[in-house]
């Protein structure tokens, strides 16, 4: 997971009256209907205290259906090509993650992806090498199977509304199993859960382990408490 910011307005050390005075007020959404109608009867926890808040504050979606756009084969006739083979069976897998989401945030595929909240491609995260001065060596960290990003742009509403696009990159390389895994983890950061959870029975637990786990209990008491909660996304400017 990535925080990529674009921001014209105060860098990312702004003071908090600095914040105020450019940035829309903290303010709360209305719960989607699917987690307004969402209950854990067996009290099962959660892991809010994980989750980073962003300079415009939790990443929360207030219109819906989300929309996002996903990578797909462009020669769908040709499925005796390994290559297309390949590529149907990852978007497989990444559909059957949204599916599953789907049952508790309102997400709808378009076709161009200047139009989508979310957009998901089939490409190697890139490594995010950095220069160490001591050592004065390049640092070059593991190779990333899955990556998401956020950006934030302002509308063109009068007065304009500040909102948020995320990016998530799978990597084509992956198994199948490996495939769903990550789109399941990835999606739950696009969907605002901002931080992993500490527990292997999670989907969103920090750390890939060999059995899937599928999304928890846990994960969707995460969800539903952050958005509860104010953010400056979806408002319009002061």
């Known amino acids: 997971m990535t925080m990529l910011i674009i921001f014209w307005v105060q860098p990312l050390n702004a003071q908090r009256d600095d914040l105020e005075r450019f940035l829309p007020p903290l303010h709360p959404h209305p719960l989607p209907l699917t987690l307004v109608e969402w ?6 926890g959660d892991y809010f205290d994980q989750i980073s808040l ?8 207030s219109k819906f259906p989300i929309k996002f756009y996903l990578d797909r084969p462009t020669n769908l006739n040709d499925l005796a090509v390994a290559s297309t083979r390949r590529f ?6 990444v559909m059957e993650a949204i599916s599953e989401w789907q049952d508790f945030l309102p997400l709808l595929e378009v076709k161009d992806p200047q139009l989508a909240d979310i957009v998901i491609e089939r490409t190697e995260p890139p490594l995010d ?11 070059i960290p593991r190779a990333r199977s899955a990556q998401t990003s956020y950006n934030f742009y302002l509308t063109q509403d009068s007065p304009p509304i500040l909102r948020h ?6 990597s084509p390389s992956l198994s199948q199993s490996s495939i769903l895994s990550a789109s399941r983890h990835e999606l739950g ?27 928890s209990v846990r994960d969707v008491n995460t969800l539903k408490k952050i ?10 400017l002061p």
């Open 39 to 44: 209950r854990d009867s067996k009290d099962s």
């Open 54 to 61: 962003s300079p415009a504050g939790y990443l929360i979606w």
């Open 88 to 93: 149907r069976q990852w978007v497989d897998a």
């Open 129 to 139: 090498a950095s220069f160490d001065s001591e050592t004065r060596q390049l640092k």
């Open 165 to 170: 696009r995320m990016t998530i990159k799978i």
């Open 189 to 215: 950061h696009g969907l605002g859960i901002w931080g992993h959870s500490d527990q292997k029975t999670d989907a969103l637990y920090f750390s890939q382990v060999r059995s899937l786990s599928p999304i």
């Open 227 to 236: 958005y509860q909660q104010p953010t400056r996304l979806g408002w319009k």
